[in-house]
């Protein structure tokens, strides 16, 4: 078997909550800086043409000074580089996984304000960082500006945060249809108590909010929501560029970025949607003028994609990606890692998604992820990945393969008489969290 996949440090202590006492963080610590790429087991040549997808040949790797970190109130984000929250995947181990490679922001999933609040266990649980993790970045979704204080208060009270972002882009329809997730920024008033709230309650923690461009095509609430981001003192946006109606469909609609940019000019813009390659953030940053990208689906299976950005905004070219001896290697690592934080028997379970994404486009690999979603504990994942070709190259095609959502629009659902009521300020009765934006 080539490659090894990435290493933690040797010193490496489980995952879990630090002490508040090692907590004490100094302001360096809250920084996002680039770490040297280490790529350990990841090939080191330096990226085929045939992994450039047609619309990026001509992309250059970043100028000396032409992309500079990107500041989050006290964080420095080096490069201007952001993990997305992904409800379900950005775990603290995933984060680890991702970390290792390179640089930036790595924001947890998704956590609801009412299940903090409550203390509930399972909760508190997702809401954990490595001990090592700096700067520790949450999100949080919540519909009611109180139960979003409280919340916040005892993030910020329990020194478990250094960055909280807040959701307003789920576009289910069980949430949207009680007029919560995506449907909040189409109620300025309503958006704007939480965000106060939230703000509030943050103290010096720096809060950004993420939300689509609207409810549909003729329902645009983006320009709204990043200028109350502003004015409720948000020290970032991020605007993934499609409509609630569209879901994951088609393209996001990168020019939204631009206009957002030029709407919002006090605080930094962060542009999200379709980064599956490193040069589609340049390019992304190039035509919109935002001041950094937020990567989601792109990273599914391709934790690897992180040195890759780290080393075009260095003004690099990004190495050519594993081999599937080292995609095997950094599968067994994510694995071991779920299963230390969670147990085998979820950790496990929740690898098997995963475990579809790293392989997906290797040929012979339907029959191994008939396999591999029925694995039940590393021995198992062992056993299967032995059969598999460590010398096979990484397919060119899965490079942009869609991950994580499958496509297909909806007609969003609202609750009734939503849109006479735009100024209520009721929040919605629930807080139904859906699976995350
Ligand atoms: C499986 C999955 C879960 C997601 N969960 C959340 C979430 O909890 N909070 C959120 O703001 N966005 C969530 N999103 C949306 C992403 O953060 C991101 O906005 C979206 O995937 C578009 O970026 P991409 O084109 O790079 O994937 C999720 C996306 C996926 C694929």
Known sequence: MSGSGPRLPPDRKPPGIAPRESRQRAASHRSAKARPNRRNGVSNRAMDSIYVSPINQDVKPAAPGEFPAVSIGPILCDPPVVLAPMAGITNAPFRRLCRGFGAGLYVSEMITARALVERNEKTLRLAEFDPDESPRSLQLYGVDPHY???????????????????????????????????????????????????????????????????????????????????????????????????????EADWNAIGELKQAVQSIPILGNGDIWEAWDALRMMRSTGCDGVVVGRGCLGRPWLFGDLAAVYAGNQPKNPPTFGEVMSTMREHARLLCEWTGTRIGITSFRKHATWYTKGFPGSTKMRDKLIRINSLEELDVILAEGDPDLLFPPRAMRLSRGKKGGRQKVSLPEGFRENLDDMTPPASEEPGDGG
């Not at 979003?148 to 949430?175: Q, S, T």
């Not at 095509?217 to 502003?230: H, K």
């Open 148 to 250: 979003v204080g409280e919340a916040v208060r005892f993030l910020v009270d329990e020194d478990r945060i250094d960055h909280l972002d807040m959701n307003f882009g789920c576009p289910v329809r069980k949430v949207t249809r009680r007029g919560g997730g995506a449907a909040i920024p189409a109620k300025p008033k309503l958006l704007e108590a939480i965000v106060r709230s939230a703000v509030r309650a943050a103290g010096e923690i720096p809060v950004t909010i993420k939300f689509r461009m609207g409810i549909d095509d003729d329902w645009m609430t983006f320009l709204d929501a990043g200028r109350i981001a502003e004015a409720e003192g948000c020290r970032a946006v991020s605007l993934h560029a499609r409509t609630a109606a569209q879901l994951y469909d088609g």
